[in-house]
């Protein structure tokens, strides 16, 4: 069964400086996807970013972007100038991209509280 | 175009009761799933459901929880005789299909048992 992990349960940053959240993950499967998720106290899932195993450039999406080393099973996201808004819960998440239905779900990290420092 | 909708947004039981938590999928998305959330802690997939199907409840507890997906109206996730460790927020997300693309949350539900 495939494993995620996200080892800092809490992170901060000053406002407008880049910080990078952490996530591992095991598996034996070659092709898969991998998310981001941002959970504000509203408690809304937000997806951040998402990557392609098989797409060897790291997704970026505005202000985030990833550092996806498959080799090493690692997958961490970096928010540059951090603003105000995004401090959250951020949850790293994994995929198969098997196609039998029991392959649907997504297994989550932990989480890692984000606090903004203005 | 609204999206994932789930009701209520905060539901009290007390011990022993039955907690029914609806779901209603985005518009064109035939495929639901639900995820409990325990304090602190990220989401953990109880069940994948299509109209009229369960298709993998891999991480559904054997017993009190049961979900279904009806050919018409919301799905809805039942627990019978709550007890106090079935307080978390409980979250719905449905896709279109297969894809992974249209996999989209809703706000979820927070089920407090005292």
């Known amino acids: 069964a495939q494993t995620v992990t996200q080892s800092q349960p809490e992170m901060s940053v000053q406002e407008a400086e880049t910080v990078t959240l952490s996530c591992t993950y095991d598996t034996s499967e070659s092709d898969y996807y991998l998310f981001w998720y941002k959970q504000p106290p509203s408690r809304q899932m937000i997806l951040v970013i998402r990557?392609?195993?098989?797409?060897?450039q790291n997704a970026t999406e505005n202000r985030f972007s990833v550092n996806f080393q498959k080799a090493a099973k690692s997958f961490s996201l970096k928010i540059s100038d951090s603003q105000l808004g995004d401090a959250a819960m951020y949850f790293c998440?994994?995929?198969?991209?098997?196609?039998?239905?029991?392959?649907?779900?997504?297994?989550f990290g932990q989480g890692t509280r984000l606090t903004i420092n203005p | 175009n609204a999206g994932v909708m789930q009701n209520p947004r905060h539901l009290v039981r007390r011990r022993g009761q039955e907690a029914r938590l609806r779901c209603s999928p985005m518009?064109?998305?035939?495929?639901v799933y639900w995820y409990r959330q325990l304090p602190e802690e990220g989401l953990k997939f109880m069940v994948y459901l299509q109209k009229e199907n369960i298709i993998d409840e891999s991480g559904m507890p054997k017993e009190r929880f049961s979900a279904e997906f009806p050919k018409e109206g919301p799905s809805i996730l039942r627990i019978q005789q709550v007890v106090r460790g079935d307080s978390a927020a409980y979250f719905c997300?449905?896709?279109?299909?297969?894809?992974?693309?249209?996999?989209?949350f809703g706000s979820g539900t927070r089920l407090t048992v005292v």
């Open positions: 518009k064109g998305h035939s495929h």
């Open positions: 998440a994994y995929r198969s991209l098997d196609t039998f239905q029991g392959a649907q779900k997504l297994v």
């Open positions: 997300a449905s896709s279109p299909g297969f894809g992974v693309y249209g996999y989209t």
């Open positions: 990557q392609e195993a098989y797409k060897q």
